[in-house]
Nanobody
């Protein structure tokens, strides 16, 4: 059974940073694809970043240069470093699995972790 558990969300001021973590079980991160989605209030869920089994990375245009996705095969975990945060980055952030590039529909979702950016 695949389980994805996010942590690291919180409230920060604009320009600040956060690091989101996703602990993965039932799924070997070194062999599969992972990613992050987010959903802001009143908006649809959108892809933020993906990393495939070869380590190839994609980021949404809105976060390029500010967010970085990584994974740790030894810990079977994935991370999202958020920098230069903007108010519009406020959203629930979800760890997802089986999404190898932007536009893929994930097969698995975590419960989410809230990121709130005050301007």
């Amino acid at each position: 059974q695949v389980q994805l558990v996010e942590s690291g969300g919180g409230s920060v001021q604009a320009g600040g940073s956060l690091r989101l973590s996703c602990a993965v079980s039932g799924y070997t991160v070194s062999r599969r694809c992972l990613g992050w989605f987010r959903q802001a209030p009143g908006k649809e869920r959108e892809g933020v970043a993906t990393i495939d089994n070869y380590g190839r990375i994609t980021h949404a245009d809105s976060v390029k240069g500010r967010f970085t996705i990584t994974k740790d095969n030894a810990d079977n975990s994935m991370y999202l470093q958020l920098k230069s945060l903007k108010h519009e980055d406020t959203a629930m952030y979800y760890c997802v699995a089986d999404t190898c590039a932007m536009g893929w529909v994930p097969s698995y979702w975590g419960q989410g972790t809230q990121v709130t950016v005050s301007s």
